[in-house]
C-alpha cells in the first residue's frame, strides 16, 4: 500500500468513527420516549419555578392595591365648614 492508500484507509476509518458515534447519539437514552430521572426532575423544578412566579406576580398585584378602608374607621363628623 502507498502513501495514497493510507491516507484513504484512515479517511474511511474517520468515517467510520463517525458513523458509528451519531448512531449512538441517535439511541442515546435522551431520544428514548420514557423520560430518565434527571429529565423528570428538571421538568418538575420548570413546574415549581413557574408555579412560584404566578404566585408572585398575584402577590405583587394584590400589594398593588390598597386594601379598602372599613366603615368604621371613617370619621363621623360632617364636613368642615
Known amino acids: 500500500m502507498g502513501p495514497g492508500g493510507q491516507g484513504r484507509a484512515l479517511a474511511l476509518g474517520l468515517w467510520i468513527v463517525k458513523l458509528a458515534w451519531f448512531g449512538a447519539a441517535r439511541h442515546s437514552p435522551r431520544m428514548t420516549a420514557e423520560p430518565t430521572r434527571e429529565q423528570r426532575l428538571a421538568a418538575q423544578l420548570r413546574e415549581n419555578l413557574h ?26 363628623s360632617g364636613p368642615a365648614h
Open 51 to 76: 408555579r412560584r412566579k404566578a404566585q408572585a406576580r398575584e402577590i405583587k398585584g394584590a400589594a398593588a392595591t390598597p386594601p379598602p378602608i372599613p366603615a368604621s374607621t371613617l370619621p363621623k
